[in-house]
């Protein structure tokens, strides 16, 4: 069977996400699909509803490797978790092909092709920090507005009505450890 596993960080990212579905959908045959909009770096609910359902002699599908794994290690150790069971790893756009992990070469590409992954991946990372050091030091990067901070009012009247944190958090959609700083900060 071929289960197919698509993935995009945000919701703004919806094309892509579609455009993911339908080449796993359509091109390859995948009968099996788990899709989720969240980021790499979070809890991926859906990739492990993936790696639980798949069974020996399956294949997982994915599109392009970054959509999988967020490093060289987490990929090495789905492969390995893949492995175990006896499902196969193929990937749609790899470098201009396709690539199957039921081969030597295509382990030994896979492996390659992650660690250049997760390179490109840092030296973004790095340019990025070095861009936004760069804006503040000119004056034009501001930053994420902060939202919890602008309900602060909100927040220290709710509380003198008697609201409990929590209750406070559901009400106006923020977390709890944000009430509980602006209540200590307040105090």
Do not use: N, W
Not at 95 to 110: A, F, I, N, Q, Y
Not at 153 to 178: D, F, K, P
Request: aromatic fraction near 4%; proline fraction near 1%; glycine fraction near 12%.
């Amino acid at each position: 069977m071929l289960v197919g596993y698509a993935r995009t960080s945000t919701a703004e990212q919806s094309a892509g996400l579609e455009a993911q579905k339908r080449d796993l959908g359509g091109a390859t045959g995948c009968t099996k699909l788990f899709v989720e909009q969240v980021s790499s770096v979070g809890e991926r609910q859906q990739l492990q509803a993936a790696l639980d359902f798949v069974r020996e002699g399956d294949t997982l599908v994915v599109t392009r490797l970054d959509r999988l794994a967020r490093s060289t290690s987490h990929l090495l150790s789905i492969v390995e978790e893949l492995d175990g069971k006896g499902v196969a790893l193929r990937i749609l756009d790899f470098g201009g092909g396709e690539v199957d992990t039921k081969s030597p070469s295509g382990r030994m590409l896979l492996t390659v092709f992650g660690a250049m992954a997760e390179f490109e991946r840092g030296v973004m990372l790095l340019r990025q920090r070095e861009g936004i050091a760069a804006a503040k030091a000119a004056g034009k990067y501001k930053g994420r507005a902060p939202t919890a901070r602008a309900k602060s009012q909100s927040v220290l009247e709710m509380r003198a009505a008697g609201l409990g944190a929590s209750e406070i958090a559901r009400t106006l959609g923020m977390g709890r450890a944000s009430v509980y700083r602006i209540l200590s900060q307040s105090a």
